[in-house]
């Protein structure tokens, strides 16, 4: 684990003592260890810009959309100008957390959205590493003059970034928002709205698998102190998992009888989502949302992969349990990476090829583990 405030700085292997996290505020505890400068940073970068750009990566889930609408309530407060990007739209099923569609879609007007982040003084990333993640966008973020921040929670961030908040063990990239939101409102003053709390909650919510994995003791502290400000948990799950359409779940269903294969000679479970099953169940962005997790709900699987055609390639969606890194093993034959139990990437090979690659592939890193 590291926790990284600006290109020079970079500390490696702090411990956190359950305790420590229960009594203190989590970002104070690292900057007490490491010695290193605080949100203060971000807060002068904050404070010397008019006009804030925050970005999301490709293909948005919850923990980006919330950390983006959590964020842009925040910044709001203290009088800024606040612009919300991401590569792609987001899912249907998480517009109750962007209500007014503030938030843009560069694929939709690359132009227009190009010379609005030329315009900025400060961008903040969150919820990715590299700008790899938000396609072409990343192009446009890194020919900017502005300052640029990062917020995230995956391990080995670019260097691109001035200012870097990376904490690979934190729940989400919206529990680590909500501590340095905590630490901005004593440095710059401002509130965070309901709509902020609300989305912040849902990312955290969405990315631990609804409290099923990632979690830390400060995860639960951020859960009940935005309850007992009136966060409602039971409507947030309402509106995340009790708003499919029907051909979603009917998708759902042919994935887990028809088309999910088991490997127990690996105790890994595979799901090929083609271009043909989307369109024989109308799919729309999000439909597969978590299909990836049900397969290790079997008792004997620790490794389960869904493979989506996408257009020209295949998006490569990995989990795991017990000791079973994804991370490697998608860093070494999926051109991607991510946590330890759940990382992505992609594939440039037929879909009716993936099934055969998948299993040499996790023969090969299996053995190579030993």
Known sequence: MYFIVNNRTKVKNIFFPCNIFLNLHPLNYINKVSNIADTSLLAGAISKAEDIILVGHINPDGDSIGSLMGMKGYLETVGKKVTPIVPNPYPEFLGFLDIEKEVLAYSNEPEAIGEKVKGAQLIICMDFNSLKRIDTLGEVIADAAAEKALIDHHPQPDTIFNIV???????????????????????LGGSMPMHSAIALYTGMMTDTNNFGNSVLPSTFKMAAELMEAGVDKEWIQKMVYGGYSADRMRLMGYML?????????????VMVLTKAIKEQYNFSDGDSEGFVNLALNIKSVKVSALFTEDNGFLRVSLRSKDDFSVNRLSRAYFNGGGHERAAGGRLYIPAGEVEEYFVKSLGQFIESEK
């Open 257 to 269: 009888y028809q088309n999910m294969k088991l490997i127990p000679e690996y105790n890994a479970a």
């Open 165 to 187: 908040y990376s904490y690979p063990q934190m729940s989400s990239t919206c529990e680590l928002t909500y501590w340095v939101i905590k630490d901005l409102v004593e440095i």
